[in-house]
């Protein structure tokens, strides 16, 4: 079936740090992948997206690139800020299921 | 913000009695989905809709059951809570379009206790 595995958390980071939270997948055929971020006491919002192999998304700052080779979508940030604190989420969509399968999320806490 | 509402917000019940929990949308989104949120496990799906009165199971359906009379409405209902069901409850929708590339929306969440 598919699957998505992340990184254990609680990551926690200093300010200007630079940032990774890996992400791998199980699935067969082509998914497409998503980074989905929760803030504290909200509902999860999409951070990014791709949807083919070598694509990379991009936003806020964060990116993520497809790799069909190694089965991964890893999140990077060149420069956290405190306000990045949330938990992430990486998550697939199979072509024609229109059903999410999410990691178990990533805690992540940036100190100043 | 897409337009989603979750209520109640937070709700503590006993044991065996009956729960229903509701999102509504502004957005005349065609699927809805119900999703779990436990710690280790990220989020998990326990039903969908992609339709009035079109519903499917997800990965984690048992005990629950839900219903969709209109666009807007989409309804979860623990027929016997268990402490096991002691979660937060998420509300999904999307405009899919036949596309699994469509972005998700979500509600703000219920926390459910059950004692």
């Known amino acids: 079936g598919n699957s998505v595995t992340q990184m254990e958390g609680p990551v926690t980071l200093s300010e200007e740090a630079f940032l990774t939270i890996n992400c791998t997948y199980t699935?067969?055929?082509?998914?497409?992948l998503f980074w989905y971020v929760q803030y504290p006491g909200e509902g999860l919002q999409l951070l990014l997206k791709a949807t083919k192999a070598d694509d990379k998304g991009s936003n806020k700052g964060f990116e993520a690139t497809y790799r069909k080779e190694t089965t991964s979508f890893h999140l990077e940030k060149g420069s956290v800020q405190v306000s990045d604190s949330a938990v992430y989420f990486c998550?697939?969509?199979?072509?024609?299921?229109?059903?999410?399968?999410f990691g178990q999320g990533t805690r992540l806490t940036i100190n100043p | 913000d897409a337009g989603i509402t979750q209520s109640p917000r937070h709700k503590v019940t006993e044991t065996g009695t009956p729960v229903t929990l509701r999102c509504h949308q502004t957005?005349?989104?065609?699927?809805m989905y119900w999703y779990r949120q436990d710690p280790g496990h990220g989020l998990r799906l326990i039903h969908y809709s992609y339709g009035v009165k079109d519903t499917d199971k997800g990965e984690v359906s048992d005990g629950y059951s839900v219903s969709r009379s209109k666009t807007e409405d989409f309804l979860l209902t623990l027929e016997s809570a268990t402490s096991s069901q002691t979660s937060v409850y998420f509300c999904?929708?999307?405009?899919?379009?036949?596309?699994?590339?469509?972005?998700?929306?979500f509600g703000q969440g219920t926390r459910l206790t059950v004692v």
């Open positions: 699935a067969t055929g082509y998914p497409s």
């Open positions: 998550a697939l969509s199979k072509q024609g299921a229109q059903k999410l399968v």
């Open positions: 957005e005349n989104h065609r699927y």
């Open positions: 999904a929708i999307s405009d899919v379009r036949g596309s699994p590339n469509t972005e998700a929306f």
